[in-house]
Each structure stands twice: as structure tokens, then as C-alpha cells.
């Protein structure tokens, strides 16, 4: 028999615009209205009845004609972008629907950005929820949570500058190839974007969302929300836990048919498919003395605990599924579980760790995009091994030689290698920073190495042999110099005004020590060989460091690492070599 299961809901924030406080807003409405029923707290999940909804905003489900028939909403507790890129067996995202909250008067931020192009990618449904209207100046909220009922009670001005923001919001998101509009203005929700001007922390435009979600969902998701309450159940993983008591256990969002206690399961982990049996079922136990209730079974969609033997492998973002013939489907399941799993690359690149399949695909996804080439990508924390791989990679492409951890745990033992290999680790839980991390370490590292180049390259440098401090005419020649500009090296070759190679420096000695350099305004002896003194070079001469063309190009390329007065010696060696090259 077939029935309509509740649509999953996320929600997307970027830090600071008031997710919590709406899931918390959102579970407040029940509880201020004591409905027994209303709300459900369930393992990743906040459960609103479609009664709970009517209750809140029946006049403006009437106003918008939208008549409620699903049984709910089922939002999704997670962080991030984890549940819209959290897989389904189909390669589907877990949520069916997605609310994008951006904060009305900082508009779009990077992370906002980053959630907005990932919808794009997994083409998953959103609205925008223009969150803390409230903070609005001169916006004066009232006790009710319509949207439309608040606003009318506005002075024009405020209600202007509240279309100037979301003009603002409009412009941003059509930059991503979307239109929009205020969802009251909206003709036709296939083509356009619904922006929910809301505020999280008062409750105004609260009925509008839930409204919204709902009639949205029913719309457009049509087929996705129709299952068999005897097909077998079908999940995903949101999270690995030890739980005191009971030992490793695996939450998940059951999105289609039914899971039973003593059900068999197959799941996914890094040496492939897993089969074990379900002890127990558990949902939280909010007013009780214990933790958790048990229950015999849990029907699509819903948030649950699994409880059962060697679960300690399952990879958090993988799918979840009853079976009932594993050697019959384990070839369909290994089919569809391998499509997602990342393979190692032969080819250098970054090595990967985060905390679930879904972080991965996002993050090759925006990796592939800035050019970021990856050898290896895995669920799970970043030990020493991690670090010895990327150590292996950077032997091969110093560039590349580096660990990119998203939201999981860096081993005390990966560190230390860390601080012994010199290969870096960088961390976050936001992948827009994450990536630019590495960005900005590639950047530094680039520089210091064409910093390095650079040294090694001949520096400009223009010196006066002095008159009356010859102390050996040839083989080598040992004289007196003023360095009039720039510098010389040992090894450095030197050249007359002509560009001709006259010697090349064998030894500095300053105040009789030996060094390795000297610079504009040191006067010093010098040993050189190919120079005779009295034939090719004269007392009084002027000599140059030579160049070679590719260093001529450098420089040429790179001035800005040289003083005024370096860049005036260099412009004169140019000039000289010019003919040449």
C-alpha cells in the first residue's frame, strides 16, 4: 500500500543568521501551544505535525491556498551542508527541500555562497528565509507569527526598506542563475525563488515558512514522497556514536519503507559492504528516566538509532538498507555504494579526511573546481599514515604535499609528524575555508620559492677597481674594489661595459675575513679568475655583474624585489646585454 511520508527539510546558515534559533523557534510553536503531539524530538530530527502547522497558520494556509495533505515536516539537525549532500541509495540528496536563512541586513557571505552553489550542483529545491527582519531599524515586531500580518502594520518607509534589502537578496541570488522574488508576489513557484522574510527570534513569518515548505513540497516533490509501507527500509547515515551502555550505535534518517528490530541491514564501510542485525531501535526519551525508548519499528521519514553488532566501520553519509537475500543483492548494492566511494587516484594531489560521504562529494566538487588535484579521499580522522601519504606526494609535487581535514579529529599522532615531515594539515568545518587555506599556504609557498629562485639568481651589483690596490695581476687577480651599487656574490661572473665576460669572482675578504657577499658602498678586496690586471681589466675600470637572459627575464618580471638603487644597476646590465640577447 502506498502513503505520503513527511518531506525532509534542512536547513542552511552561514555562522551567525540564526539557524539554531529557528529550529528552536520551530519547536517552540508546539510547546507554547502544550499540543501533545505537535512536535516530535526524534535522533537528528525535529518532527512538526501537519496539524502543529494548521494550528500556527490555518488563515494563512486559506490566504495562500494551499491546503496541507502531507503528514508533516522533518527537519534535519545537522551542521552544515551535510544533509543536502548526504547520499541516498539513488545518489539523491537526503533532503527533499531547503531552506537557505540568510540574515536580511549582511546579506549573501561566503558560506552562503557555498551552500547556493552546492544546491545548484545537487539541483535541490530551496527557499530563501530572510531571516531577522526584526533588526530592521525601526521595524516594531508584534505577537503574532504571520509575516503578512506584521507587515501590514508598518510604516511605508520600513516596509521600503525592507524591499530594498530584498532587492538586495534578489540581485545576489540571480548571480547564481536563479530568480526570485518575495513569495507573496510569486505567480508561478516553478520559475521563480520564494524569499520568506522571517524572524527567528520573535516568530513573525514562522506560518508563512511552515506553510510554504509544505505546499511546496506537495507540489513539486509529487512521486519522491510516495512509498510502500512494506518495502524495505531504506537510510542514511548521519552519525557514528559510542554510546555509554551500549556500545557502538549509528544514527540515521529512514527516508523510504519501514525498519524493524531483527531486520538485517547492509551498510557501507572503507573495505566495502557490511551486513549485520538490528538489536534494537531506539528514539529519544524526553520526559523520562531514561535516555532512550525502544521501539519495534520506524516508518519512513523519520530520525532513529540503530543498535546492532560491528557498526563501528559505518562510514557517516553512506546509505543504509534493510535486506532480505545478501548474497541475491549484495551486486546491486556494491553497485550503487561504489558509485560514490572516491578512487584512489595514481596521480599526485592533496589527501583528504572529513566527516562524511556527503563533505566528501561536496569538497571534490569545489576542489575539482579550483583545480585541486586529490589522491586520496576518506571518511574518518587524520592519523600519522595521512601525513607519511602526503609526505610521499610531496616528494613528487611539493605543492600538493599536504592533508585537507573537514570537521574530524587531527591525531596527536599526525601532528607530530606533521612537525617532523614539515607536510601541513589544514583544518576546518567550513569547506569555502578550508579550500582557501590551502590556497593561501600554495600562495606562500610559491612566493618563497621564487624567493629562493631569486637568491640564486645573479643580483645587480656595479664596482670601481681602485688604483693603487693591486695585489696580484693574475691567476687569480687579488685587488681592491668599491661597490659602488647593488651587490656581489662569490661564484658571480663580471663584465665590462662592453658585456664582455672578464672574470669571475673566486673569493671576498672584508677587513681580512673572508664572506660571502658585499654590498653598494663596501670598499674590499676581491679574487677573480680570467681577469690579468693591466690587459683585460684596467685600474679605475667599472665592471658589472653579468647576467643571462633568462635571468635578465626574471628580473625583469620581478623588480619589485629590488631596492631603487638595484633596479637603476640592473636597468644599465639590461641595457648593455641588450645587443646580446
Excluded at 530551496?126 to 500580518?149: C, E, H, Q, R
Excluded at 534589502?165 to 510569486?186: A, C, H, P, Q
Excluded at 589522491?375 to 602526503?390: I, L, P, Q
Excluded at 612537525?419 to 579550500?435: A, G, M, Q, T
Aim: net charge neutral; hydrophobic share 40%.
Amino acid at each position: 500500500m502506498k502513503f505520503t511520508r513527511s518531506p525532509i527539510i534542512c536547513l542552511l546558515a552561514h555562522v551567525d543568521h540564526g539557524k539554531t534559533t529557528l529550529l528552536d523557534s520551530i519547536r517552540g510553536s508546539a510547546v507554547a501551544k502544550k499540543e501533545a503531539g505537535g512536535i516530535t524530538q526524534m535522533i537528528g530530527a525535529s518532527y512538526v505535525t501537519r496539524k502543529e502547522i494548521n494550528l500556527l497558520a490555518e488563515d494563512i494556509a486559506r490566504k495562500m491556498n494551499i491546503e496541507l495533505t502531507i503528514p508533516g515536516l522533518l527537519f534535519i539537525d545537522t551542521p552544515g551542508h551535510e544533509a543536502f549532500t548526504t547520499l541516498r541509495d539513488r545518489g539523491g540528496s537526503l533532503a527533499d527541500l531547503v531552506i537557505l536563512l540568510v540574515d536580511i541586513n549582511q546579506g549573501f557571505q561566503p558560506q552562503t555562497v557555498e551552500s547556493i552553489k552546492i544546491l545548484k550542483e545537487h539541483k535541490t529545491p530551496f527557499i530563501v528565509a530572510a531571516n531577522k527582519v526584526d533588526m530592521l531599524g525601526g521595524w516594531k515586531s508584534y505577537d503574532t507569527p504571520s509575516f503578512l500580518d506584521s507587515h501590514s502594520k508598518q510604516p511605508e518607509h520600513i516596509r521600503e526598506r525592507l524591499d530594498e534589502k530584498i532587492y538586495g537578496l534578489m540581485g545576489s541570488i540571480s548571480k547564481y542563475g536563479f530568480d526570485s522574488e518575495r513569495f507573496d508576489r510569486i505567480s508561478d513557484f516553478s520559475k521563480q525563488i520564494a524569499i520568506v522574510p522571517i524572524s527567528a527570534r520573535t516568530g513573525e513569518g514562522l506560518s508563512e515558512l511552515l506553510v510554504l515548505i509544505g505546499g511546496l513540497s506537495q507540489k513539486f516533490l509529487g512521486d519522491r514522497l510516495e512509498i510502500d509501507e512494506r518495502g524495505r527500509g531504506k537510510a542514511s547515515v548521519i552519525e557514528v556514536k559510542d554510546e555509554k551502555g551500549l556500545g557502538t550505535t549509528v544514527d540515521v534518517i529512514v527516508y523510504e519503507g519501514i525498519l524493524r528490530k531483527n531486520d538485517a541491514i547492509a551498510y557501507m564501510t572503507n573495505d566495502g559492504i557490511r551486513r549485520t542485525k538490528i538489536r534494537s531501535l531506539l528514539e529519544p526519551n524526553l520526559g523520562g528516566k531514561d535516555k532512550y525508548t525502544y521501539v519495534d519499528e520506524v516508518v519512513a521519514a523519520a530520525g532513529v538509532k540503530i543498535l546492532a553488532p560491528e557498526l563501528e566501520g559505518a562510514i557517516p553519509g553512506s546509505p543504509l538498507e534493510a535486506i532480505t537475500d545478501f548474497e541475491t543483492q549484495k551486486e546491486s548494492i556494491e553497485r550503487q555504494f561504489k558509485s560514490i566511494i572516491f578512487s584512489k587516484s595514481e596521480e599526485a594531489g592533496v589527501i583528504l579526511r572529513a566527516d562524511s560521504l556527503g563533505s566528501i562529494e561536496a569538497l571534490l566538487k569545489v576542489l575539482r573546481d579550483a583545480e585541486i588535484k586529490v589522491k586520496e579521499a576518506s571518511v574518518g580522522n587524520v592519523t600519522h599514515k595521512d601525513v607519511m601519504a602526503a609526505g610521499a606526494v610531496a616528494s613528487q609535487e611539493k605543492l600538493l604535499g599536504a592533508v585537507m581535514a573537514f570537521n574530524v579529529r587531527i591525531l596527536n599522532e599526525a601532528w607530530e609528524e606533521s612537525r617532523n615531515s614539515k607536510v601541513p594539515i589544514f583544518y576546518s568545518d567550513i569547506i569555502y575555508r578550508l579550500v582557501e587555506h590551502y590556497k593561501d599556504w600554495v600562495k606562500e609557498q610559491q612566493e618563497k620559492m621564487r624567493k629562493e629562485a631569486l637568491l640564486k639568481m645573479t643580483w645587480p651589483g656595479k664596482l670601481k677597481v681602485l688604483s693603487g690596490y693591486v695585489f696580484r695581476a693574475s691567476k687569480p687577480a687579488i685587488f681592491g674594489v668599491d661597490v659602488l651599487e647593488g651587490r656581489i656574490k662569490k661564484t658571480y661572473r663580471l663584465m665590462n661595459r662592453d658585456g664582455e665576460v672578464v672574470g669571475q669572482i673566486r673569493e671576498i675578504q672584508k677587513e681580512k675575513e673572508k664572506v660571502e657577499q658585499a654590498k653598494a658602498g663596501d670598499q674590499l678586496a676581491i679574487s677573480c679568475d680570467g681577469i690579468t690586471i693591466g690587459k683585460n681589466v684596467g685600474k679605475g675600470d667599472v665592471l658589472f655583474t653579468y647576467m643571462t637572459k633568462d635571468e635578465l627575464d626574471r628580473w625583469t618580471e620581478k623588480q619589485d624585489m629590488l631596492s631603487e638603487e638595484e633596479k637603476r644597476v640592473f636597468a644599465e646590465i639590461k641595457k648593455i646585454l641588450t645587443r646580446y640577447f
